[in-house]
């Protein structure tokens, strides 16, 4: 023989209470975790954009600094300065003098 069991109307409402309350916190945990990995994500990609301008601008600086050293260079280079001895205001030396260091000029520990 089979037994059924007789649910009255509060009892039913309890149970579906019980079970709304406990899906609502299961839905809002699941929300919650892909807020959060949401974000995760979000940052993640930010950072690694920031990284790609940085190392943009590093490289794009490395070029301006070479660029630079060989203008540098070219600036002090002795066929550039031949150029401008009389923009710089240099005159032919007739005379060299050399300093020889003696022990009075020389720095003591």
Do not use: C, H, W
């Amino acid at each position: 023989m089979t037994s059924y069991r007789v649910i009255s109307q509060s009892n039913l409402k309890q149970e579906s209470n019980k079970y709304f309350i406990f899906n609502a916190i299961g839905a809002s945990v699941i929300l919650l975790m892909i807020i959060i990995s949401l974000t995760q994500v979000n940052a993640g990609i930010f950072y690694s954009l920031k990284i790609k301008q940085a190392n943009f601008r590093l490289t794009t600086l490395r070029i301006e600094n070479e660029r630079l050293a060989q203008e540098v260079s070219q600036l002090n280079s002795l066929a550039n300065i031949d150029q401008n001895i009389s923009v710089l205001g240099m005159v032919k030396t007739t005379k060299v003098d050399y300093l020889s260091p003696t022990e009075e000029t020389l720095a003591r520990r």
